[in-house]
Structures are given as C-alpha cells and as structure tokens.
C-alpha cells in the first residue's frame, strides 16, 4: 500500500490537537464506494517537537569518594512527545568496581507521554582507605526508545544517538609515610659487619611510591668507620611494605667512644617521611674490658 501525507484544513485542523484519535478510511470513487479501513487509528501527537531523546545535562561529573553516592542528571531533551525510555550504564575508567564504586548495567530511565525535566541516577561511591589518584568512570546513555503506542512492536523505534559522560571520583586519602628504624650492635674488632636498616611504608596506596636514602657522617665518618652508600632511590609497588638497606660498619680495636652515622630519607614521591633518619651508634659493646684493662 502506497502512502500519502494528510494536510488537514484550517476548520479540520482546529480538531486535531494533541491526544485526540486519527482514524482513516479509503472509498473508492467508483459506483459502489467501496471503504476500507486502514490499520489501527493512533493519537494524534505533537510531531512538531517530537518524542526527543534523553541526554546528560553535562559532559563530567564529579564526586568526593566520602559523598556516597554521585548523582548523575539527565533531562529530556527536543521533545515530550509519546514515552521515551533510555537505559543508563556504567564502566570503568580509570576507577574499577567494585572496589572504587558499584556498576550499574542497563538501568532504565523513563519520561512519561508529555514529561519533561530532570531526573536523576545515583551511582555508589566507595570511601575505600587507598591513597590513589582522581579515578574516573564512564557513564552511557542507550539510544532512546519510544514507546508510542502507534509504533507497532516490529516497527522501528525512532533511533537517536546514545551519550556519554564522565564521572571523577576524587580521592580523599592521605599518601602512605616512610619511615627507617634505628639500629645498634657491635662494630666487632675486625672485618666487617653489616648494619640492615629497614625502611617501613606505612598506609594504603595503589600507587608506586618512591624515597631515596644515603648514608650521613655523624661522629662516625666513612670510609674509615663504615661504607657510605651515595643517594639511592628505592621504589615500593603498591604491595611492598618494606626494604631493607646494609651498611658494612668496618670492625676494629680502636679505643673510641660509641659513634654514629645516620642513613637519611629524602625525595618522597607519592608518599610522606615520617621518620627520615636511622642512626646506627657503633656500640662499642665488646670494648669496655679491653678500654678498663688500657686505661689504667
Ligand atoms: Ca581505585
Ligand atoms: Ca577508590
Ligand atoms: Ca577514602
Ligand atoms: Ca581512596
């Protein structure tokens, strides 16, 4: 069956306004004047605005990861025009679910025949104890569908692009600390023996974190009493809790009052120092017989 466009007259057309019922009949023009009647009648609509499509009223959205949930707006947008119903879907960005928000698949968001407005989706944050950067999540919005009862089920539906956005949680965690004990025991009287410190972070990061170390001259100085080690850099993946540095404390039998040098932490990067210098006294624990039995 061919199709043709109805232009209702000026005395027609007052009769034709939104919700009222179209039917439509064909007649022969022949002796008999046959009529068919065409295929269901349907309500008369506001075609000139159109159904519209369901769109985010912004391109980014951002939350506080303590704000609980993200409320993400959306309006319709070009048309009130019949029901239209867009389903909204996360996925991850650079924020993963579960652990930094709860994903939400094909969750559908409805405006009635004639609804306009806002409305509004809310996505679960998680206040995780991960220090990490801004982590964002992509938002989608499906091709509206319209849901006019004239379209018929295999009609169809009028197709309009779908939209994103994207949502930054920002992180509200401190960086993890470094920190470096101390250590003390005997120099010995001869060779070497070796002083391990250890370097300790402490907090929750999903980021690598780097500090950088050095030996220090205190009252012992190198390379007389001890090896010094030049700058060095440690980097901790995010799992690694500790490391541990030597120093090779030269032994003698030297009468000396207890010394001490210093390994100091500098240069933290995605990380603070709580705790920058590890001192290790030469304990001079073996010499008290031998500085009694020299020093009369
Ligand atoms: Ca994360
Ligand atoms: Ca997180
Ligand atoms: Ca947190
Ligand atoms: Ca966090």
């Known amino acids: 069956m061919s199709s043709f466009t109805f232009h209702p007259d000026a005395s027609h057309a007052a009769a034709m306004t939104v919700g009222k019922v179209i039917t439509a009949t064909a007649t022969t ?13 349907f309500t008369a609509v506001d075609g000139s605005a159109g159904a519209g499509d369901i769109q985010f009223t912004s391109a980014t959205y951002t939350v ?3 704000g609980g949930t993200a409320a993400i707006t959306v309006a319709r947008v070009g048309g009130s025009n019949g029901s239209v119903t867009a389903n909204f879907s996360t996925s991850n960005g650079t924020a993963t679910a579960p652990d930094d928000y709860a994903a939400v698949t094909n969750l559908p968001i409805t405006y009635a025949d004639g609804e306009t407005g ?5 996505v679960t944050i998680n206040n995780d104890s991960t220090f990490e950067t801004n982590e964002t999540v992509n938002l989608s919005l499906s091709t509206t569908q319209i849901n006019r009862p004239d379209f018929a089920p295999t009609a169809p539906n009028q197709a309009v692009d779908p939209h ?3 949502l930054t949680i920002v992180d509200n965690d ?3 600390s470094f920190s470096i004990d101390d250590v003390s025991h005997s120099e010995g009287n001869s060779g070497t023996t070796s ?30 009493d001890y090896t010094a080690i030049a700058p060095t850099t440690f980097t901790f993946l995010p799992g690694e809790t500790t490391k541990q540095v030597t120093v090779l404390v030269k032994g003698d039998t030297n009468v000396e009052s207890n010394e001490t040098f210093t390994i100091h932490l500098s240069n933290a990067v995605n990380a603070t120092i709580s705790d920058a ?13 031998l500085h009694r039995r020299r020093d009369p």
């Open 277 to 289: 210098d590890g001192t290790g006294p030469l304990s001079t624990t073996t010499r008290p017989a």
């Open 174 to 176: 401190p960086p993890p």
């Open 29 to 41: 023009t022949g002796a008999f004047f046959d009529t068919s009647e065409f295929s269901a009648c």
């Open 118 to 122: 806002t409305k509004t989706v809310n």
């Open 164 to 166: 994103a956005a994207v």
């Open 64 to 66: 506080g990861e303590a």
């Open 195 to 224: 002083y391990v410190f250890t370097v300790t972070k402490t907090g929750n990061t999903a980021l690598n974190a780097q500090v950088d170390y050095a030996t220090v001259d205190g009252t012992a100085t190198a390379p007389s």
